[in-house]
């Protein structure tokens, strides 16, 4: 996690940094900084504690993304029974999946939270667009099969997790319309969509007043060159 608290009690969020002392927001247990010269900093649950707390444990890629929003009041923010990864400034819970989840767990978080946008991990090579008039359309091989179930937009982030630190310009895939060639339960999606960049999610995030209608329905254009990276046609 990017934030324990200093205090049990009504404690302010801090970032990790050597020597430290946190608590766990959920748990209330002693956590451990992690300060190396590699990975983001960030609290870890001591390894020979043995409880049944789920929170924490995350990838670099969930610390990269709540390490460029930054802001203690939008990342990691207590929501009834759950704790976002991220919230925007309208309100709208932002979801950073970089495993495989089963249906009821989207579902749950879909009818927990009131506005929800998912970004999904994703394999770059188990994707292929084409350009049109009105955006891309996409072929995607190996879908996450479980979210053919889900009602909230999607938006896809390719970003390896050999490229640290990732690349803030990198585009993003805001998935508009998608169908599961065999049925809802099919791993193969076809449909449009449109490109974005990390920054303009990131900026929109801190920034915007109607996250969905900006973002989803009219995002800005990435840069050719940001497109190339990637070889999307451009």
């Known amino acids: ?28 247990q002693t956590m451990v900084p992690k300060c190396g010269d590699i990975k983001i900093w960030h609290w870890a649950h001591r390894q020979n504690l043995k409880h049944n707390c789920d929170y924490g ?7 990269d993304w709540k390490k460029r929003v930054n802001k203690k009041e939008l990342v990691e923010v207590k929501k ?3 704790r976002a990864d991220i919230v925007t400034r309208d309100d709208t819970v932002i979801e950073l999946q970089h495993s495989s989840i089963d249906t009821r767990t989207i579902l749950d978080r879909e ?3 009131n506005k929800i946008v998912w970004i999904l991990h994703s394999d770059r090579n188990s994707i292929r667009f084409r350009l049109k008039e009105y955006g891309y359309s996409f072929y995607w091989v190996y879908a996450r ?6 009602s909230a937009p999607i938006i896809l982030d390719f970003v390896s997790e050999r490229e640290i630190p990732y690349n803030y310009n990198a585009p993003l895939f805001i998935i508009r319309k998608q169908h599961q060639d065999g049925g809802r339960n099919s791993s193969q999606w076809r449909g449009w969509g449109k490109m974005v960049s990390r920054k303009y999610i990131v900026d929109a995030i801190i920034n915007n007043v109607n996250f969905i209608s900006t973002v989803i329905y009219n995002p800005d254009k990435p840069k050719n060159e940001e497109l190339k990276m990637l070889h999307i046609p451009v």
């Not at 990017?2 to 209330?28: H, M, Q, R, S």
Request: contains cysteine; glycine residues 10%.
């Open 145 to 150: 099969r479980s979210f053919g179930i889900s």
């Open 57 to 63: 444990g995350e990838t670099e890629w969930h610390l």
């Open 80 to 82: 009834g029974n759950h």
């Open 1 to 28: 996690m990017l934030y324990a608290l200093n205090n049990v009690t009504n404690g302010d969020k801090i970032e990790a940094t050597p020597k430290a002392e946190g608590f766990c927001p959920e748990c209330n």
């Open 111 to 113: 009818e927990a939270y």
